[in-house]
């Protein structure tokens, strides 16, 4: 087994024996993790308070890879750069494919890539904003890495939460992901342009965001048509 | 960028010298010119906020952060746990696991032995094999 073989191996090793700690661990495990979540929460307070202070709205986008977060991006970027000033974080795995396709938009972009972590947190987006003169921007867009698991864990100092999922990804997508929907303020359910031809139901969609989380705003739309995004923009404030 | 890498690595050959300002100064400026190309590392999955410029043959170890505004010359280690940000490391240089530098400025040829250090503003000089053996110049 070559060494890089070996070193994975054993970082995985290291992750299992963190979930299934052993008894004389375990309390160990869940005060540090509580302490994690505690310090993120605390982070995501300052980063937010800095947002307010500076007039910026705000805005987390979380959603599954494909389900339209960026196409989104780029329809709210075509509309809002004529008149403000607009910052978009991007993250992912890897590459910056999604911060040059919202660039043409004449946004500014910042590309984080997160390499094993499956998630933003509020420490990445602190370490962006100390070296910004946050006066230079109106709105800024936090498009988190794509999927519809982690980034419930950590909040990141933004006004609102939106989440984005598609009609390709099936009816129960939004009953198997409840606590994305919980946590989350806007829902949009993205590619709406294809309900004939998939015949998905997306009433059912609609109504299982409802119940999950009462007070979510939910919104059929299509990045590709342009369908909705007019009603999108008056949803987050524009 | 490489005008202000150069005038950098000037001041800091001769550390009597440097005059805090000027440094300062000109690491802002580094900063606002520098590009990203993180796509040419050896190593496994570091976690990158750009700005990030690596040089050829930069080694990175796991679970690794770099960035906003870090530059790494050719044939650095960064090795397991580091955290980096608003920091210049220049050509040859080996850093410890678990450092965390702030606004630094690592020099040519420089090797750190040792594990767990948390520095901000300070330049970086020369071989050390245990952290009281560390030359740092505070700016």
Known sequence: MSDKEEREISRIKEVESTNLARDDIRELVIETKKAVEKDNDLLANRVHRNFLDNNIKSFDIVGAIGAGKTALLEKIAEKLTPKFRMLVICGDITTRVDADRIEKYNAETIQINTGRECALNAYHIHQIIKNKDLQNYDVIFIENVGNLICPSEFVLGTDKRIIVVSITEGEWVVEKHPMLFKKSDIAVINKIDLKERLGTNVEKMIADAKKINPEIEVITTSAKTGENIDKLMELIGF | ?139
């Open chain 2, 1 to 139: 960028m490489k005008e202000e890498l150069t005038k950098i690595e000037e001041i800091i050959v001769n550390p009597t010298g440097i005059k805090i300002s000027n440094i300062q100064e000109l690491m802002e400026t580094f900063f606002v010119k520098l590009k990203n190309r993180v796509d040419n590392y050896i190593g496994d999955y570091p976690t990158f906020i750009e700005p990030v410029y690596l040089e050829d043959n930069v080694k990175i170890g796991d679970d690794v952060l770099l960035g906003p505004n870090v530059y790494v010359g050719a044939n650095s280690e960064i090795p397991d746990y580091v955290e980096i940000s608003n920091t210049i490391i220049f050509d040859n240089v080996k850093i410890g696991e678990n450092f965390k530098l702030e606004n630094c400025i690592v020099a040519k040829n420089s090797s750190f032995n040792f594990k767990n250090l948390n520095l901000k503003n300070s330049v970086l000089i020369g071989v050390a094999n245990l952290k009281n053996e560390l030359q740092t110049i505070g700016f």
